[in-house]
């Protein structure tokens, strides 16, 4: 799976967009961008996922480079309950089995 | 929510003995796995499994064995629990829609004394 580099913390103001990015450069082109958030000791959340066609769900927006070495996770209104970790991982759906989190980033969402 | 309970939520044990975490579904879903994560990192695979009986091992396998007997049920065993084995441990699925996206359980927080 190809490595992603995430920055360890970002603030977001209560009602702001947060944009979240991440960097694959490396990523191949049968792997799939997925996001993962985790609050506070709870399980990881599923957030959302996109091979090279921008996604938007009931959470959020996935937006990804024409070239695929990067992506952008967006929070359209945050709230304080989007404090979280925020994962994001490159996988391809033969190895989405092995799921490789790293440190993520912390957001934090203030008043 | 996709149906994943784990069980027990909390145990404290000592050091030498044998522990079984639980984790269930109720959505017949194929594919099951086992994580463990300790302060400042993100989640490391130890087992996961495709099928009944059907496992294999993760980057964090030694000194964990796991069993699937049956669909609903993934068991995670450490033999003989060790310190370093103190982790918060979660259980997940992956969805049956092909896309592979997981789900996760509560989690079990174990402590080894």
């Known amino acids: 799976d190809a490595k992603t580099t995430q920055p360890p913390s970002m603030d977001c103001a209560e009602g702001r967009a947060a944009n979240l990015p991440c960097n694959h450069s490396?990523?191949?082109?049968?792997?799939?961008v997925y996001w993962y958030r985790q609050i506070h000791s709870q399980g990881p959340q599923y957030i959302i996922h996109g091979l090279k066609n921008n996604e938007t769900n009931e959470m959020a927006s996935l937006i990804i480079t024409e070239d695929r070495k990067s992506s952008t996770l967006i929070l359209p209104h945050a709230t304080l309950r989007d404090t979280a970790v925020y994962y994001c991982?490159?996988?391809?759906?033969?190895?989405?089995?092995?799921?490789?989190f790293g440190t993520g980033t912390r957001l934090q969402v203030t008043l | 929510d996709a149906g994943i309970t784990q069980s027990p939520r909390h145990k404290v044990t000592e050091t030498g003995t044998p522990v079984t975490l639980r984790c269930h579904q109720t959505e017949n879903h194929r594919y099951m796995y086992w994580y463990r994560q300790d302060p400042g990192h993100g989640l490391r695979l130890i087992h996961y499994s495709y099928g009944v009986k059907d496992t294999d091992k993760g980057e964090v396998s030694d000194g964990y064995s796991v069993s699937r007997s049956k669909t609903e049920d993934f068991l995670l065993t450490l033999e003989s629990a060790t310190s370093s084995q103190t982790s918060v441990y979660f259980c997940?699925?992956?969805?049956?829609?092909?896309?592979?996206?997981?789900?996760f359980g509560p989690g079990t927080r174990l402590t080894v004394t």
């Open positions: 991982i490159a996988a391809d759906t033969g190895t989405a089995s092995k799921l490789t």
């Open positions: 490396t990523i191949s082109g049968n792997e799939y």
């Open positions: 997940a699925i992956n969805s049956n829609r092909g896309s592979y996206e997981q789900y």
